[in-house]
């Protein structure tokens, strides 16, 4: 009886990892977020799966896809998995009205929001900040989460969040960057020369170098070359010099001011897409949702005053 109440009970770690996968639909997603190796996570995944006695995901050359049972039990894990990160969290704060569960972007939160933080925890002593790294949209309430900084469409409809409040942030910039030995095998006199060079992708924005070569009135179909899901990838990809990569230049001050990588034609252009303070409806007015919107407003405006072009 207690060799199958073992067998019943896999490890959180076990869990943690097929649940990051289950959401992200990648392993390499998976293992950035949990900051382990791919082989790691993979091999979790492997171990759950061999101690339940069921396959959970297919296994694609696209990527992996859950089966009916893994999408089952994903649900039933994800659930569980809230209930303990809540419940730890009341532990360890034993605050739990002032906190605030903040899901973020990860090259966002830490290039731009993290050296601001310290200024929030100045003006709010009182508010727990507990940090959860989350990419697209997910289930606030599955996941414990009471707010997410997030990237969306611009545009009167702005993000298709259901039940969620969006709140407008700021625009971003793009520009094409790459390594300056990439630009010196591949010079570049218009913008119509990036069509024939490889080019960076990013997952979460197929449609990015369309518009920037459309913002030219460069007709012509976009390279498919190497897509990512991180924008701190799709940056080491450019300064290892595989391609040209389309960035948002407030993220990527340090590569530029080192010269790692440099804009590949003088082009930029204000994206698509926005960043947006993102609360369940249920959450909008709590408290600490309300001074953390507030507190985010105020830094992005002090941003736009400090940067040119905005």
């Known amino acids: 009886m207690l060799g199958l109440s073992r067998k019943l009970l896999p490890s959180t770690s076990a869990l943690a990892a097929f649940d990051s996968v289950a959401r992200l639909g990648s392993f390499s997603a998976a293992a950035e977020e949990l900051s382990l190796t791919q082989g790691a996570v993979s091999r ?7 101690q339940l006695g069921a396959l959970l995901f297919e296994r694609t050359s696209r990527g992996v896809v859950l089966t009916v049972i893994g999408q089952d039990y994903a649900n039933a894990v994800a659930h569980a998995l809230a209930q303990i990160r809540s419940a730890s969290l009341q532990v360890m704060t034993k605050r739990h009205s002032d906190q605030l569960n903040l899901a973020i972007l990860p090259t966002f939160g830490t290039r731009w929001l993290m050296p601001r933080i310290p200024s929030f925890v100045a003006q709010h002593p009182e508010i727990t900040l507990n940090f959860a790294t989350r990419i697209g949209v997910f289930d606030f309430d599955r996941d414990g989460i009471d707010m997410a900084i997030h990237i969306g469409p611009m545009g009167e ?19 094409p960057v790459c390594s300056p030995a990439f630009l010196a095998a591949h010079p570049i006199a218009s913008g119509a020369d990036l069509l024939r060079l490889p080019l960076l992708h990013m997952a979460s924005r197929p449609g990015a170098w369309g518009h920037w070569f459309e913002s030219l009135g460069v007709t012509g179909t976009p390279s498919q070359g190497m897509r990512f ?48 303070a993102v609360a369940p409806v249920s959450k909008k007015d709590f408290r600490p949702v309300v001074a953390f919107r507030a507190w985010l407003i105020e830094e992005v405006g002090r941003f736009q005053q400090d940067v040119v072009g905005w």
């Open 44 to 50: 979790q995944v492997s171990g759950l799966e061999e």
């Open 157 to 175: 409809k702005g993000p298709d969040w259901p039940g969620a409040e969006c709140t407008f942030l700021m625009e971003e910039t793009v520009a």
């Open 229 to 276: 899901e991180q924008f701190g990838n799709v940056a080491q990809a450019a300064i290892a010099g595989l391609g040209v990569a389309l960035m948002p230049l407030f993220l990527i001050e340090t590569e530029l001011a080192s010269g790692q990588i440099v804009e590949a034609f003088p082009h930029p252009v204000r994206s698509p897409s926005g960043y947006y």
